[in-house]
């Protein structure tokens, strides 16, 4: 995959960048990198960051040290959906430790691993907002919550029906 | 029924939209602050009305507000802080997903009052779709005239923009997000210069959380003394809450910060109880920084007398009984949970979310969870739990911003509280694996164990 924005993301790009006075175009750079994220694979490549260095004029290693302390970059591949599942203090108390073990035992893998068919990585994330509908996990850009072990499994199944069918 | 100015039409069918949303009387207090007030009155209104910061720190915004500098020919800007991290804290998401057009009229008018051209919405990375939703909510109010240039005619210019974090609880803190809005990382700033002086670009900048700019709304159409009315003491107005953990009816209520904590916890209005009929153990009543409190000690204060939901009620007793309203974040625990186990998850994550920059924190917070872990897991020796006690102790104020104070306030309470439990798990490392402590010393005084 070609690291070039196309016509529809660079649009995008433009839009995040017009949205701060000039001369402060670094500040469009987290939203640029999670434009980046979403067009080129899901995680930022060093390549990924040092187009994004070059379009916004900064150095590269400005992009660097933003996108290693921002917890929603992933800096090496991941699977086609990431199984992001909250672990803090109010998801614990309602039941989180289970759907975590529930998750690791069905996938077959651990926390950080992507499954062998290249189709769900699993990360253990810190409090996302949604303690009152807990336990839960983030996928993609939605929120799958008051999770119990049948949920997980219909949430597994439509992921790979989605799968299937592209 | 308490008085609701936030949430009093959140269930009308379409209030998402700006049609149905207008056609509610939205949108009024933008007509009254730019026609009838002038910047000055404005700012009056609010210090009259007695708001204060409903992000956690409860600081008065009129005040904060008229700190801000306006040096001749430098833009200045408000910044709306929709980082929403606090563990148990979940009601500005509310607030955006299902009344986005109120915060958006709150912004109109706090940028006018502040002058600021161009304002943003900083919001947390993962509230994606929220993001989508907020920024259709601007390009309606744009289209009907209520951003852009010289809105009704006034000459005043306003546009809205939003901007998603990338997942990092550190950048709640305002000088944070300041840096990560300039495309920085989340890095806390040395104070002084505020914000309110230099802030983002170095420019005079106002950040308010978003519960805060939305209740500018019902300010302004009430007026500031009529909103001061509501409420009790330096309490006023209304407060969204946002209850979880082990309760019947989780979710986000708006309350009026009269009434008491165990009808908040018990009545049907509200959390509807402990879940599964099970007894209340203990309870972080305004975000995860907050200080733990048992039972007995949250419904009633030291001296015996009811405890209410506001800020002066939950404090009192300071951190040695009391606690703090915080961020609205309450979180209750019942007779099944394990206040080690819950401290411990709690340490992880201020671990996980220290930026670095100070020793005392950074060390500190992964120090205290290798502790927590040692002792959940039944390796502790009694050593450890004075160990936790001076670990704390070294962090709390001792760092750039507060994150260090609310990773050391949780340990802090659950130690000063709850002892013997940390104890019962170093004398009891095997038994303390399959069972727990349980009730032992913290039954609800009131609802008295059957």
Redesign the interface.
């Known amino acids: 995959m070609a690291t070039i924005f196309n016509d529809t993301q660079m649009t995008e790009f433009k839009r995040l960048v017009a949205r701060y006075p000039e001369g402060k175009q670094k500040s469009a750079l987290l939203p640029a990198l999670h434009l980046a994220q979403d067009s080129f694979g899901g995680w930022l490549s060093t390549e990924t960051m040092d187009y994004v260095a070059s379009l916004l004029t900064i150095e590269p290693i400005e992009v660097y040290e933003v996108a290693t302390f921002y917890s929603m970059y992933n800096l090496k591949p991941v699977g086609k959906f990431v199984f992001e599942v909250c672990q803090t203090g109010p998801c614990m108390i309602s039941g989180s430790d289970n759907i975590i073990d529930y998750l690791k035992k069905t996938l077959d893998i651990k926390p950080g691993e992507t499954t062998k068919d290249g189709l769900f990585t699993l990360k253990l994330v810190e409090c996302l907002g949604a303690c009152g509908y807990a336990p839960m996990m983030q996928v993609g850009k939605i929120y799958k919550e008051h999770l119990t072990k049948e949920k997980v499994d219909s949430i597994i199944a439509e992921y790979k029906a989605q799968a299937a069918n592209n | 029924m308490g008085v609701k100015l936030l949430l009093d039409k959140a269930n009308v069918p379409g209030i998402r939209t700006y049609d149905v949303y207008r056609r509610e009387g939205g949108y009024r207090s933008v007509e009254k602050a730019l026609k009838e007030m002038t910047t000055d009155t404005i700012v009056e209104e609010v210090k009259k009305s007695g708001l204060r910061g409903r992000g956690g720190a409860g600081f008065p915004t009129g005040m904060k507000w008229s700190f801000i500098a306006k040096p001749e020919g430098v833009?200045r800007h408000l910044v709306c802080n929709a980082d929403?991290?606090?563990?148990?804290?979940?009601k500005d998401?509310y607030l955006m997903e299902f009344l986005p057009h109120l915060l958006i009229e709150g912004l109109i008018v706090s940028s006018y009052a502040l002058g600021s051209n161009?304002t943003?919405i900083y919001i947390?990375?993962?509230?994606?779709?929220i993001t989508d939703i907020l920024e259709q909510a601007i390009d309606e109010a744009k289209a009907a005239g209520w951003l852009g240039k010289n809105i009704l005619g006034t000459g005043f210019d306003c546009n809205i923009?939003v901007?998603?974090?990338?997942?990092?609880?550190i950048c709640g803190e305002e000088t944070a997000l300041i840096e990560?809005?300039?495309?920085?990382?989340?890095n806390p700033r040395i104070k002084p210069p505020f914000p309110a002086i230099q802030g983002v670009?170095m420019r005079p900048t106002v950040v308010n959380n978003v519960e805060t700019l939305a209740a500018i709304v019902p300010i302004i159409n009430l007026g500031g003394e009529e909103y001061a009315k509501i409420g009790v003491g330096k309490s006023t107005g209304t407060k969204l809450i946002?209850?979880?953990?082990?309760i019947n009816k989780?979710?986000?209520y708006e309350i009026d910060m009269t009434i008491t904590v165990e009808e908040f916890i018990y009545s049907d209005e509200y959390c509807g109880g402990i879940k599964d009929g099970k007894k209340l153990k203990a309870c972080?009543p305004g975000g995860?920084s907050v200080p733990i409190l048992p039972a007995n000690l949250l419904l009633t204060t030291a001296k015996g007398e009811p405890r209410y939901m506001n800020y002066e009620s939950l404090s009192d007793g300071g951190f040695a009984t009391g606690s703090m309203l915080g961020s609205g974040?309450f979180?209750v625990?019942d007779e099944d949970?394990c206040i080690v186990?819950?401290t411990y998850?709690?340490a992880?994550?201020y671990r996980?979310?220290s930026?670095g920059q100070c020793s005392p924190c950074r060390e500190g917070t992964g120090w205290m969870e290798k502790i927590l872990q040692k002792i959940e897991t039944g390796k502790g020796e009694m050593s450890d739990i004075d160990l936790l006690w001076d670990i704390q102790r070294k962090i709390e104020g001792n760092t750039i911003c507060p994150l260090g104070d609310a990773a050391a306030w949780p340990v802090a309470a659950a130690i000063r509280h709850f002892r013997d439990e940390f104890e019962w798990h170093v004398n009891n490392p095997e038994l303390s694996q399959t069972s727990n402590f349980g009730l032992q010393h913290y039954a609800d005084p009131i609802h008295v164990p059957a």
């Open positions: 833009p929403e991290s606090e563990p148990g804290t979940f998401r161009d943003y947390r990375g993962e509230y994606a779709w923009h901007q998603r974090g990338a997942g990092a609880y990560s809005l300039e495309g920085n990382r989340g670009w946002s209850a979880c953990g082990n989780p979710g986000v972080i995860s974040g979180i625990l949970q186990k819950n998850t709690l992880r994550f996980h979310e930026c």
